[in-house]
């Protein structure tokens, strides 16, 4: 390809490189369509999963502030803008919390530097594919690049918690009234299905403590999604997919909870990469409990229509 | 020479205990031009001060100094005595050595030093005092009430009933404010405007009072005494004297719009009066929406009046009026109902930069479709009144069903920093509970859930009266609610109770959100204009949270009501009540007196950088033209006036050519005091 494509450094964390290795290779094929490459940081370790709420231990914040060190000297080495991109909410929250603390209180920061291999400078900006897509590329010029027809999709966007809030920090959207998905999804040109539990909570961590009551949680949600007219739910959370999506495998057939059933969950990269006409193949939709190719085979039978490029 | 008298007090044991007194006075009566010393155990005391007037007397002093406690505490005292004693009260200082000194150190031999100095540095400071006479100032005594809700309309009552003529500019077509817009009131529950129409008409006929209705206070200029309004009354297009309010117009006018009254909930014709009982009973035209104003067309209402005094040609007049004091009392309004306009919980802040019009065309859609069945207090309140849209029966708004169950939620952006406002408002324990009592006597079977997260009813009858719409059906549950949504013609409203730990789901009929009291939207213009201050949150500060809760920040200027802060009716009736007096007091004497220590400026050296102007917060300052005998213009300064000038010496600090100084605080007065200091204690 003799586009130059702009170099974005990406922080994938642990999710990315296991479970949700449909997420992150999905992502990486569309930058490289929309005209960006996501480059992994040559070291990168554990984000820590949660930010640390004692406002006294600073040791929960060394992890994240070696990955942003790390990210500094990969952009400093390139001299390009210095963002790190990441996939997974939970590695976004850490990271920009992180970041946010160090600009509120720059004390943390000093101290943390006694103990970082290097001095952290603070110039990392912690962005999100979703929002890298909303502010730089831009979601009307994403409009332009769709080739496949979407139409035919009734999705409902769903956030979880770590994406918006709290809001102070995380500054991406509203907490309660989101709309960045929803405008993604509008632009690739799907239905888009609003529904007041896009924001609820899936269960989260507790899948490892109490699954029943993720099963519960997870059930309400996608229950109210199909109860507003949605035929798949779309995610940018790895916790959230799996949750979702391994529940409904495991509710299946069960007397207690009656209703919806075999409601897909994607990827908002995965509905991206099939609406610019790449090849989903590697974006591992066999990996998925619930086998999402099937409401997906109008969009991506040979016969569909490819709707005409707009200039 | 100067022949000064120093009075070392000893306050009991309070000085004593750190400070000896006696070397004090001894080694201050040592000082070059100190005629007179005394050493006294209790200065403040009747024979304490019989010896201050007679020393002053016998020895002929020119000035004094009491070394004592904080001047916040006697000064007033001394200065009162000097005066009967036939010295001028600025001729008399403090030397701080009980608060600044006794009290603070526990070393005698340190604490005596730095009284010797403190009481040296004063001796040296009046030195150079000069005597000052109090500005005296006519009063005009007139009052100007600014706003007529329950407020104005009691302290405009009060006022007149004293013999005081009053005007009261009231932005609407009608008095009467939110209290006319409620039900019945708590704890008794007696009819709103069964109490508080009979006060409109006594307002409307009194012989002192003027009503402005449909009018805005433009500009407040002057100072206390002396105030001028300019008033805009703005064009009812009704000739007003003629007008016999029969009510043909109104009733013929074939145009409706939303009901600003009844809070959205019914139509109103385009030319109107709020509510029946309205005073004055002079319909105006809502030009806004007049097709006669938009397309010239129409004009029925002119064909209908038998008085003809329908006027579409009337403009907007702007009269000026001379007052002594001004009342505001403009009021209060309820947060937003964020469910109406979003389709979701958010307070207009949070809003986000994103949201572009485009955007906003589109919402709300997220909790699919605006609530319109989520109402706040003063919406239940018009729909519970019997002059409400339903007649006082309660119908929801969406399909005008009976609502079988209806959700209360307290503390709707109250207490609440992330989403609303930090403060506790106040009422709205009290009249959830009385809604829960009026559905109740509505709808005999249906149901009625509180969320709360405090019960605060702290006022006479109060408590009992919780206690009752506890005990009669209402269900009330400790804890909050996360999320309202729909679900069919339904609300579902999820929430937690605290008691059993367990999340709670209700399906509503109707929620009735108790959102917070905020003041006017106008409230932050409203101070700017009158040159007062407010907090915050816009609601417009008292002079002393305690002790001068009526006063603003400028003087001659009181607050009645809930501009102020959060209030129930009784309390802004008393408040009301209480500026009402403070205005009697104000106008009780002939002339004001004013303190003298307001700033001078020396026009020869002004050079006319007008820093001044720009920094006094007050509006003290004017510019005036200096002229030589024959009347020729020389040069422009700087003119302080004494009426509004408080003291604050902000222009004293910015001015670069030192031509303006404060009297009593003289650079000469303050440079002895420093340079008077030896720092022995140190």
Not at chain 2, 205 to 217: D, F, G, Q
Request: with cysteine.
């Amino acid at each position: 390809m003799s586009k130059n494509l702009t170099h974005v450094p990406y922080y994938p964390g642990c999710s990315l490189k296991t479970k949700a290795l449909g997420y992150e290779r999905s992502a990486m094929d569309c930058a490289k369509a929309i005209g960006f490459e996501m480059h992994e940081i040559a070291t990168w370790n554990c984000c820590g999963a949660s930010f640390p709420l004692t406002k006294d231990n600073l040791m929960g914040l060394a992890a994240p502030a070696n990955i942003l060190l790390e990210a500094e000297q990969h952009c400093q080495e390139r001299e390009i803008d210095a963002n790190l991109i990441t996939l997974c909410s939970f590695c976004y929250n850490t990271l920009k919390r992180t970041d946010f603390a160090f600009r509120e209180e720059p004390k943390k920061l000093e101290t943390l530097n006694a103990f970082l291999k290097r001095q952290y400078q603070g110039s990392i900006k912690v962005v999100h594919y979703l929002e890298y897509l909303r502010d730089v590329i831009g979601f009307d010029n994403l409009a332009k690049m769709v080739k496949r027809d979407m139409s035919s999709l009734r999705v409902a966007p769903y956030y979880g918690c770590l994406l918006l809030k709290p809001q102070k920090e995380m500054a991406l959207d509203d907490p309660e009234e989101p709309v960045i998905l929803h405008d993604f999804l509008e632009a690739i040109g799907c239905q888009v299905v609003d529904f007041p539990g896009q924001v609820d909570c899936c269960g989260s961590y507790l899948i490892m403590r109490d699954p029943e009551k993720v099963l519960e949680l997870s059930h309400n949600i996608l229950q109210e999604a199909n109860d507003y007219g949605a035929d798949a739910l779309v995610t940018a959370c790895p916790l959230c997919q799996s949750n979702l999506d391994q529940s409904e495998g495991e509710r299946r057939g069960s007397d207690h909870y009656i209703g919806v059933q075999g409601m897909p969950i994607f990827y908002f990269t995965q509905l991206l990469a099939v609406a610019l006409g790449l090849d989903t193949e590697p974006h591992q939709f066999e990996r998925h409990c619930i086998d999402p190719t099937s409401i997906l085979s109008a969009c991506l039978e040979d016969g569909a229509k490819p709707i005409e490029a707009k200039k | 020479m100067a022949k000064i008298g120093v009075f070392v007090c000893q306050c009991g044991n309070n000085i004593a205990r750190t400070v000896d007194t006696a070397d004090v006075a001894e080694k201050t009566g040592e000082l070059s031009g100190v005629a007179h010393v005394e050493d006294y155990k209790f200065m403040c005391s009747a024979p304490g001060q019989e010896m201050f007037k007679k020393a002053i007397k016998d020895n002929n002093l020119d000035g004094c100094i009491v070394s004592a406690c904080s001047p916040k505490m006697h000064e007033a005292t001394f200065r009162k005595a000097a005066e009967d004693a036939g010295l001028n009260p600025f001729k008399v200082e403090i030397a701080n050595i009980r608060e600044q000194c006794s009290w603070v150190h526990d070393d005698k031999e340190i604490a005596t030093a730095k009284s010797k100095d403190i009481t040296k540095m004063m001796v040296n400071r009046l030195k150079y005092n000069r005597p000052l006479e109090r500005y005296k100032m006519p009063v005009t005594k007139r009052a100007l009430i600014i706003g007529g809700g329950i407020a104005g309309i009691q302290a405009a009552l009060d006022l007149a009933n004293a013999q005081i003529p009053v005007s009261i500019v009231e932005r609407e077509p009608s008095l009467g404010g939110n209290m006319a817009r409620l039900s019945e009131t708590f704890p008794t529950l007696d009819c709103s405007q069964c109490i508080l129409t009979p006060r409109m008409v006594e307002v409307s006929n009194h012989p002192l009072i003027s009503i402005h209705s449909y009018a805005e206070l433009e500009k407040l200029d002057g100072y206390i005494g002396n105030f001028r309004a300019t008033i805009r009354l703005k064009a009812k297009s009704v000739i007003e004297k003629d007008c016999t309010g029969c009510g043909e117009c109104w009733e013929k006018c074939p145009f409706t719009v939303e009901n600003e009254f009844d809070m959205g909930l019914s139509k109103r014709s385009v030319i109107y009066i709020p509510f029946p009982q309205a005073v004055p009973t002079v319909p105006v035209i809502d030009r806004e929406n007049c097709p006669k104003f938009i397309k010239d067309k129409c004009g029925l209402c002119a064909k209908v009046c038998g008085q003809q005094c329908i006027d579409f040609t009337q403009q907007d007049r702007v009269i000026e009026e001379e007052f002594g004091a001004v009342i505001v009392a403009t009021g209060f309004k309820l947060m937003p109902n964020v469910y109406k306009e979003y389709g979701g919980y958010r307070p207009p802040h949070m809003t986000p930069k994103k949201l572009t019009a485009k955007i906003r065309k589109t919402l709300p859609r997220s909790t699919a479709g605006r609530l319109v069945d989520v109402i706040n207090g003063l919406e239940f309140e018009r729909l519970a009144s019997a002059s409400g849209p339903t007649g006082g029966e309660i119908r929801r708004p969406s399909d005008g069903k009976v609502p079988e169950t209806v959700v209360f939620i307290a503390c709707v952006g109250s207490r609440d920093c992330n989403k609303g406002v930090e403060y506790c408002s106040k009422i709205c324990c009290m009249y959830t509970a009385k809604h829960t009592m009026l559905y109740q006597h509505n709808v005999h079977h249906g149901k009625s859930y509180v969320f709360y997260m405090d019960i605060r009813a702290g006022g006479k009858g109060y408590e009992e009266f919780i206690n009752r719409a506890q005990s009669e059906n209402a269900n009330y549950v400790r804890g909050r609610v996360s999320r309202l949504s729909k679900k069919g013609d339904k609300i579902l409203v999820k929430g937690a109770d605290t008691f059993t730990g367990h999340a709670l789901e209700i399906e509503a009929d109707m929620v009735v959100l108790a959102t917070a009291m905020v003041p006017q939207e106008d409230a932050m213009g409203v101070a700017k204009n009158l040159g007062i201050s407010y907090d915050q949150h816009g609601f417009f500060s008292e002079q002393h949270p305690k002790l001068m809760p009526v006063d603003s920040s400028t003087g001659g200027i009181y607050l009645a009501g809930a501009c102020q802060g959060v209030k129930d009716i009784p309390e802004t009736v008393a408040q009301a009540s209480a500026a009402a007096s403070k205005v009697m007091q104000l106008f009780s004497r002939e002339e004001l007196e004013r303190e003298p220590e307001v700033a001078i400026v020396d026009e020869k050296n002004c050079m006319n950088c007008w820093d001044c102007v720009t920094v006094c917060p007050y509006n003290a300052i004017d510019r005036t033209e200096i002229t030589n005998r024959q009347g020729q213009f020389l040069k422009w300064a700087a003119k302080v006036n004494p009426g509004l000038c408080q003291g604050c010496g902000l222009c004293n600090t910015v001015c670069r050519s030192k031509s303006i100084e404060l009297e009593g605080y003289t650079d000469q007065q303050v440079y002895a005091q420093i340079t008077a200091f030896e720092g022995a204690f140190v």
